[in-house]
C-alpha cells in the first residue's frame, strides 16, 4: 500500500486548501483512510476519517471547516479545509487501515497508533 500527499502549501487565516492522497496496492474495500496532522514536538493527531460506505468521523476541532471526501475511481482521497486558522498550521499525514473507522478513529479514540500505513506527509502553514 502506498499513499502520496499533495496540495499542501502557504495560506493567510481564512483561507482554503485541498489535500490529495494518491492510494496504490490496494483496494478501498474495508478500509478505514484518513488524514492526521502533527506539529514538532506533539503528537500526531486525527483530524477526519472516511469508511468505505462513505460515513465520516471528525476531529472537534475541525468539524465544520473541514470535508473528507474519496474518489474510488481515482483513488484519491481529499481533505477540504476551509476557514483555515495558524492552529491548523502542521504537517499532515494521508493513512489507512483495514478496518471499521468506528474501531480506529470512534469512540475509543482516533489514535495515530491504530493505523497502519502513511503517507510522507505534506506541510500546510497558515499565517
Known amino acids: 500500500v502506498q499513499l502520496v500527499e499533495s496540495g499542501g502549501g502557504s495560506v493567510q487565516a481564512g483561507g482554503s486548501l485541498r489535500l490529495s492522497c494518491a492510494a496504490s496496492?490496494?483496494?478501498?474495500?474495508?478500509?478505514?483512510m484518513g488524514w492526521f496532522r502533527q506539529v514538532p514536538g506533539k503528537q500526531r493527531e486525527g483530524v477526519a476519517a472516511?469508511?468505505?460506505?462513505?460515513?465520516?468521523t471528525y476531529a472537534s476541532d475541525v468539524k465544520g471547516r473541514v470535508t473528507i471526501s474519496k474518489d474510488n475511481a481515482k483513488n484519491t482521497l481529499y481533505l477540504q479545509m476551509n476557514n483555515l486558522t495558524p492552529e491548523d498550521t502542521a504537517m499532515y499525514y494521508c493513512a489507512a487501515v483495514r478496518a471499521s473507522c468506528s474501531v480506529v478513529a470512534g469512540k475509543r479514540g482516533f489514535v495515530a497508533q491504530w493505523w497502519v500505513y502513511w503517507g510522507q506527509g505534506t506541510q500546510v502553514t497558515v499565517s
Open positions: 496496492g490496494y483496494s478501498y474495500s474495508s478500509y478505514c
Open positions: 472516511i469508511d468505505d460506505d462513505g460515513s465520516t
